[in-house]
């Protein structure tokens, strides 16, 4: 919701970006889009620019939004343990997928493999939460504040917050080539201001935070739209850079899948340059403190 909100408060315009926002399904999506010159930036999970990077395909992380896992596990009413989940139909998005790894972590917390897990592709969260209302699905792991939903409609409750595991771990954060960059760093840098500004405004103007989520996710569910707004301010780095122990969690959880991401290194996904220079200029410590 970062750059909707800088977006919707004219942040990009007062940096001088023609900044055109759109909506792409799924990190992996959005990653061959940019690839095929068809997005110049993306907001995608870790995940994607590992197996970008282990396909040989030229992407980094210029800055992290989220860096620690915050799955939530949200679980048909007769499932009242995380040991009752062994051996269970999992919905996910796709296997491979950021919330897929949500459950290779419960695996190993729990000493199992993400093999005792029977994985269903549902697209997205909206069907994730059908699959479970339907019963094809026992759980299923969802970021905030799409939990909401699995409550409301498919009578699901929190079995486990992973957030309270504290586990670095690369989620959301703002990709480019570096080709790209090396072309057109003013550009990525004044990006960058806007996405740091809108941190900013995140914390400062709460209503003005909740009104973006509701028109993006088009939504009037106030409790939707707060636990949207709660979730992540606190989680915002500061500064906001790439995690380099974030992503040596992910290309483990890649390489599970992808055996071509173990020859892969944290540096190789990140180029935390732009957010240095936002450091060294004084603008992150103006924005955020």
């Given at each position: 919701m970062l750059w909707p909100l800088a977006a919707d408060a004219g942040l990009f315009d007062k940096y001088g970006v023609n900044f055109n926002l759109q909506y792409v399904q799924?990190?992996?999506?959005?990653?061959q889009a940019l690839l095929a010159?068809?997005?110049q930036m993306v907001e995608v999970a870790g995940s994607a620019v590992v197996a970008a990077q282990a396909a040989k395909q030229s992407l980094v992380m210029t800055m992290g939004f989220l860096n620690q896992t915050v799955w939530r596990i949200m679980a048909?009413?007769?499932i009242t343990s995380v040991d009752q989940l062994k051996g269970k139909n999992?919905?996910?998005?796709?296997?491979?997928?950021?919330?897929?790894?949500?459950?290779?972590?419960?695996?190993?917390?729990q000493g199992w493999k993400v093999e005792d897990f029977k994985f269903l592709n549902a697209n997205d969260a909206p069907g994730q939460v059908t699959m479970l209302k339907t019963g094809n699905a026992d759980a299923i792991a969802l970021s905030p504040p799409n939990e909401i939903q699995a409550q409301k409609q498919a009578g699901a409750h929190l079995l486990l917050d992973e957030a309270t595991y504290k586990i670095p771990e690369q989620q959301v954060g703002m990709a480019i080539s570096p080709a790209y960059l090396a072309q057109n760093r003013a550009t990525a840098l004044n990006v960058s201001k806007a996405s740091i500004e809108a941190m900013a405004l995140w914390k400062k103007d709460p209503a003005k935070a909740k009104a973006v989520?509701?028109?993006?996710?088009?939504?009037?569910?106030?409790?939707?739209?707060?636990?949207?707004y709660s979730a992540y301010g606190p989680l915002w780095p500061n500064p906001p850079f790439p995690s380099k122990d974030g992503f040596t969690t992910v290309i483990s959880e890649v390489a599970e899948q992808t055996p071509a991401a173990k020859s892969v290194t944290a540096e190789q996904c990140m180029d935390t340059s732009l957010v240095q220079e936002l450091v060294d200029s004084g603008f992150v410590k103006q924005m955020l403190g």
């Amino acid at each position: 919701m970062l750059w909707p909100l800088a977006a919707d408060a004219g942040l990009f315009d007062k940096y001088g970006v023609n900044f055109n926002l759109q909506y792409v399904q799924g990190s992996a999506t959005a990653v061959q889009a940019l690839l095929a010159g068809d997005l110049q930036m993306v907001e995608v999970a870790g995940s994607a620019v590992v197996a970008a990077q282990a396909a040989k395909q030229s992407l980094v992380m210029t800055m992290g939004f989220l860096n620690q896992t915050v799955w939530r596990i949200m679980a048909k009413p007769e499932i009242t343990s995380v040991d009752q989940l062994k051996g269970k139909n999992i919905a996910v998005t796709r296997v491979g997928n950021a919330d897929y790894f949500a459950w290779s972590q419960l695996a190993a917390k729990q000493g199992w493999k993400v093999e005792d897990f029977k994985f269903l592709n549902a697209n997205d969260a909206p069907g994730q939460v059908t699959m479970l209302k339907t019963g094809n699905a026992d759980a299923i792991a969802l970021s905030p504040p799409n939990e909401i939903q699995a409550q409301k409609q498919a009578g699901a409750h929190l079995l486990l917050d992973e957030a309270t595991y504290k586990i670095p771990e690369q989620q959301v954060g703002m990709a480019i080539s570096p080709a790209y960059l090396a072309q057109n760093r003013a550009t990525a840098l004044n990006v960058s201001k806007a996405s740091i500004e809108a941190m900013a405004l995140w914390k400062k103007d709460p209503a003005k935070a909740k009104a973006v989520i509701g028109k993006y996710l088009k939504t009037e569910d106030q409790e939707y739209i707060d636990d949207g707004y709660s979730a992540y301010g606190p989680l915002w780095p500061n500064p906001p850079f790439p995690s380099k122990d974030g992503f040596t969690t992910v290309i483990s959880e890649v390489a599970e899948q992808t055996p071509a991401a173990k020859s892969v290194t944290a540096e190789q996904c990140m180029d935390t340059s732009l957010v240095q220079e936002l450091v060294d200029s004084g603008f992150v410590k103006q924005m955020l403190g």
